[in-house]
Structure formats: C-alpha cells, structure tokens
C-alpha cells in the first residue's frame, strides 16, 4: 500500500497548498480552511491518501473517527494534540473535516478548545482563554504543518 502511495506521489504534481485560520464572522468561531490541489488524481485515490494520513497523524486513542463516507469523499475526526505552550501542560482540540473531489482535497478545521486538568475545557473563542494569541499561532502553526504531511502520503 505504501509503495502504491509512493508511486502515486511520484506522479502527482502539488500545485497548491492555500489555507486560512481566521474568527468566521456569522458563527463567531475560529476556523481553519483550505485546500489542496493535485495534478490529474482522482477522487478515488485523494480518498485514500487523506485516510492514510489519518491513520498515521492521528494514530492516539483521543482520536476519533466521527463518520466517513467514500462515496461523497466527506471524513471527519475529532483530534488533539499536546501543548506545552503555557505553564501548565494541555491540549488543543479541534474538529477536521475532509471533503475529497478529483483533483483536490479541501478542508475546514472548527472547535478549537484549549484543554488542562486545572483550566477544564475552553473555547478559543472564550475571554478566560490564557495566553489567546500564543495558543492561536501554535495552532496555526501546528496544523499547516500536519497538513502539508498530506503531500507525502
């Protein structure tokens, strides 16, 4: 399976890799969206490269698979990823949504929450959030270098 994706790579020209990581003006909440596009790929093979690079990102129990549907090429997860950003050590959870199409995988990340034993759960969205434009680079920061893995699978 992997030598098919290396083949398919070797092949494939990446031409774009846009995104944007703004506070949406109609839900008040921060998001991250996106695409990238691919040089004569499929559907079909764009499917399987983005679950093969959700299966090697989000490999942790905390992550969860909330539906997958080939046939409309929509995957969406729930995940996280540890940061030790602030003095107390938590996570950054998001939701990532997937919608595949020939020639192009688009995303749009959502949720985001910042997570501590101590802090509980909150929205980046929230006035109580700690440290706000610190966490919100890191998460930018984060994911776009997630995503860009996407290329390699």
């Known amino acids: 399976m992997k030598a098919v994706f290396t083949l398919l790579f070797s092949l494939v020209f990446f031409v774009s890799f ?3 990581f703004e506070l949406n003006p109609k839900t008040k909440k921060y998001e991250q969206k996106g ?7 499929p559907k079909e093979d764009l499917y399987k490269i983005a679950t ?3 299966k090697h990102g989000y490999k942790d129990l905390r992550h969860e698979v909330k539906k997958r549907n080939s046939e409309a090429g929509v995957i969406k997860i729930k995940g996280n ?3 030790d950003l ?3 050590k938590g996570m950054i959870g998001h939701n990532l949504t997937f ?3 020939d020639n192009k995988i688009s995303y749009i990340i959502t949720d985001f929450e910042y997570f501590s034993t101590k802090s509980g759960r909150i929205k980046f969205e929230s006035k109580k959030l700690p440290s706000k434009r610190k966490l919100i680079q890191e998460a930018k920061k984060n994911i776009s270098a997630k995503l860009s893995m996407l290329k390699n699978e």
């Open 18 to 20: 846009g995104q944007t």
């Open 35 to 41: 695409e990238i596009v691919f040089e004569n790929t």
């Open 52 to 54: 093969g690079w959700i």
């Open 81 to 83: 990823y540890r940061t």
């Open 86 to 88: 602030l003095v107390k």
């Open 99 to 101: 919608t595949v199409s």
